[in-house]
């Protein structure tokens, strides 16, 4: 499975991440996910921006262990990652996910675990900024 | 033995701290490193339940054995995405 | 909730598609959708292509009848569809989505929804072209 | 009175038509419609269970009455995506 993990401080690159797709002619299934920050954390309070810290050693060993795991799991060709760190403005991507699969049951099922392991293991934190 | 010891998120305003450094006896277990902590700043202790605790870059039970040198990581629950 | 649905014989145009994302700040997640053609319908059989066929008039009716049901089930802002008909060669999409909601949950299990109904009622057929 | 008959996919090929026209009696369900057609087309007959049937742009019941100048497509199970 190849895998290709970004932690980065400048907007994500859709476009280019896009022009970088690359998948072998046995692949039928592609699965993007954004995540992007909302204007309403809760419903009382507006916020202009998220900021993001993150333990960056960290995060790449335990999406490493992630992938690890997802490979054994189900037969994915490729899945590439890119989370933003620093302030992410309200509209804007934080999270960026693409996964690649035979078919698209394993690519959503994939796809979905990797979010939630990542929203239970990956030490990336979030400081909501008032609008 | 000396162990290094970092905050994030806001253990960071919890504890006035991102990093120190603490003398611990041979033998020492994570449990005997957070109890002193925790008599150190006591709005970490009210977190003793949800906090998560690493060493180096690899989640660690609070029985596992302290060694001379260990990166110490104490942070609230995760929210990445 | 927002809708838009494309049939078409041209290849499909990711990042003109991704350039015209319209969303509003309380959104929080993204889906695309990508379904590929693959170079193998089964183990056995070699394809180049696959030609597809649709009942347009009803293709653009049951689409909008999914949609329909999309809305009352999930709170979507918006999807929109692209799908290819005519030649399609291996490696290439032949089916677009994105689905705009709030939350992950509901733009995941929304989209799987969405194609797992497509593949029930809407009136397209494939006929693999060997390689 | 009139209805007209598409066929999709395959059943073009079971056929060898894509569209033809067939008059049939008032009160006729697409059920009755379907019979005759079985008995012309034997290929067809053997795909009744996993057939579709429209009129105009809904799926109807095999007990539908149809009307004048209705539209009857048939076809094989879809396959989008």
């Known amino acids: 499975m190849k895998r290709q993990f970004t932690i980065t401080s400048q907007p994500i690159d859709e476009a280019a991440l896009l022009r970088g797709r690359k998948m072998s002619d046995a692949m039928g299934a592609v699965i993007y996910f954004l995540g992007v920050v909302r204007g309403t954390e809760a419903l009382d ?3 202009s921006a998220i900021e993001y810290e993150a333990f960056q050693k960290m995060v790449e060993h335990q999406f490493n262990l992630l992938f690890d795991e997802m490979e054994k799991r189900w037969p994915i060709e490729s899945v590439r990652l890119v989370h933003r760190i620093g302030l992410v403005l309200v509209n804007e991507p934080s999270l960026w996910v693409e996964v690649i699969a035979p ?3 394993e690519a959503f099922a994939s796809c979905q675990w990797l979010i939630d392991e990542m929203k239970r293991v990956v030490p990336i934190w979030k400081k909501p900024i008032p609008g | ?3 290094q010891i970092q905050f994030y998120s806001y253990f960071k305003d919890f504890t006035g701290c991102a990093q120190m450094a603490e003398t611990i006896a041979e033998g020492n277990t994570l ?3 957070l109890k002193k902590l925790f ?3 006591p709005r970490l202790a009210a977190m003793e339940k949800s ?4 060493v180096g870059v690899d989640y660690r039970p609070r029985d596992y054995v302290l060694k001379d040198g260990d990166e110490v990581s104490l942070f609230p629950p995760v929210q990445g995405g």
């Open chain 1, 45 to 47: 309070k507006k916020i």
């Open chain 1, 103 to 105: 078919h698209r049951g």
């Open chain 2, 1 to 3: 033995m000396r162990v």
């Open chain 2, 31 to 33: 449990a005997e490193l």
């Open chain 2, 39 to 41: 008599q150190r700043f």
């Open chain 2, 51 to 54: 906090m998560l605790v690493a």
